[in-house]
């Protein structure tokens, strides 16, 4: 099973939070990337912030993702109309597992990595640098037991000012 990280970064390394007005401006191409991913694999896991967050967006979830089977990950006792929800990744991966999917796709955010990254599930990170320094954003990998080593497998530009690096699991 491939379970694949996207996240977009600061050049400092800071997650830029979709709920943070300062860094909630990821460029459209970084967005577009993450989008394209999850379509063209069929599936997406998200946080409740996360969910509660793009379903704002004109026509919500579905408007971006209208065939993707989309998994919320939530430690409250929340039920969604249309979406299932589960209480940890394991969860997450046996149902889509269970439906098929042969790759998944992890899209936040903060808490959703690290519960991901912790447990040694991610098999493939995408990180998509923003050039911009910011202080207040998410930290991946705040675990002190965590050591996950992987290998840089591809890095390219997305655009001119946004590069991606590609990292597999070793």
């Given at each position: 099973?491939?379970?694949?990280?996207i996240a977009n970064l600061s050049a400092?390394?800071?997650?830029?939070?979709?709920?943070?007005?300062?860094?909630?401006?990821?460029?459209?191409?970084?967005?577009?990337?993450?989008?394209?991913?999850?379509?063209?694999?069929?599936?997406?896991?998200?946080?409740?912030?996360?969910?509660?967050?793009?379903?704002?967006?004109?026509?919500?979830?579905?408007?971006?993702?209208?065939?993707?089977?989309?998994?919320l990950m939530s430690h409250s006792k929340?039920?969604?109309?249309?979406?299932?929800?589960?209480?940890?990744?394991?969860?997450?991966?046996?149902?889509?597992?269970?439906?098929?999917?042969?790759?998944?796709?992890?899209?936040?955010?903060?808490?959703?990595?690290?519960?991901?990254?912790?447990?040694?599930?991610?098999?493939?990170?995408?990180?998509?640098?923003?050039?911009?320094?910011?202080?207040?954003?998410?930290?991946?990998?705040?675990?002190?037991?965590?050591?996950?080593?992987?290998?840089?497998?591809?890095?390219?530009?997305?655009?001119?000012?946004?590069?991606?690096?590609?990292?597999?699991?070793?």
């Amino acid at each position: 099973m491939k379970v694949i990280m996207i996240a977009n970064l600061s050049a400092n390394g800071k997650v830029l939070l979709a709920d943070n007005p300062s860094t909630q401006e990821a460029p459209q191409e970084a967005l577009g990337y993450f989008v394209e991913q999850a379509n063209l694999k069929g599936n997406l896991i998200l946080g409740r912030k996360t969910y509660e967050i793009m379903q704002q967006f004109p026509g919500g979830l579905k408007a971006f993702f209208p065939n993707v089977e989309i998994v919320l990950m939530s430690h409250s006792k929340i039920s969604v109309e249309g979406f299932t929800v589960v209480n940890n990744p394991e969860e997450a991966i046996n149902y889509l597992s269970e439906k098929g999917f042969k790759e998944i796709i992890v899209g936040g955010g903060v808490q959703v990595y690290n519960e991901f990254l912790d447990r040694e599930l991610v098999t493939d990170v995408y990180f998509n640098f923003i050039p911009m320094i910011i202080g207040n954003g998410g930290i991946i990998g705040n675990s002190e037991e965590l050591n996950t080593k992987f290998k840089i497998v591809d890095n390219k530009f997305l655009t001119k000012d946004i590069a991606q690096m590609h990292l597999v699991k070793i």
